[in-house]
């Protein structure tokens, strides 16, 4: 696992993405969309699995899902699970928030 450093502190992380917003990070190999909702922060893949819109554009709503642009489907930021079982679960990236900052771990390509 490759620990990919987001933001340099928490205090920058909250501002940068206050609660109920929604940031895409990019990296080489991977398009990642950070979530921050009342209960923390979630990384998933940015596309969605069912017609690869972009996840970052899409919303959030208070049962910690973030909902596609495209065609409204539901994904559970803790789980990555569809809400309705109809595509594939998103993938989901652990994110740890310590002193130092805010990081999201991924897989080495």
Do not use: W
Request: glycine fraction near 4%; charged fraction near 25%; proline fraction near 6%.
């Amino acid at each position: 696992m490759k620990k990919l450093k987001v933001f340099d502190s928490p205090e920058k992380a909250h501002s940068t993405i206050p609660v109920n917003t929604l940031k895409k990070v990019r990296t080489k190999n991977f398009a990642i969309c950070l979530a921050h909702t009342k209960s923390g922060f979630f990384a998933t893949e940015d596309a969605c699995p069912h017609m690869f819109a972009s996840l970052s554009d899409g919303r959030l709503n208070f049962q910690d899902e973030i909902i596609c642009p495209l065609h409204s489907y539901r994904y559970h930021l803790p789980t990555g699970q569809e809400c309705k079982n109809r595509t594939r679960d998103v993938r989901k990236f652990l994110v740890e928030i310590n002193r130092n900052g805010l990081f999201i771990f991924l897989p080495e390509m």
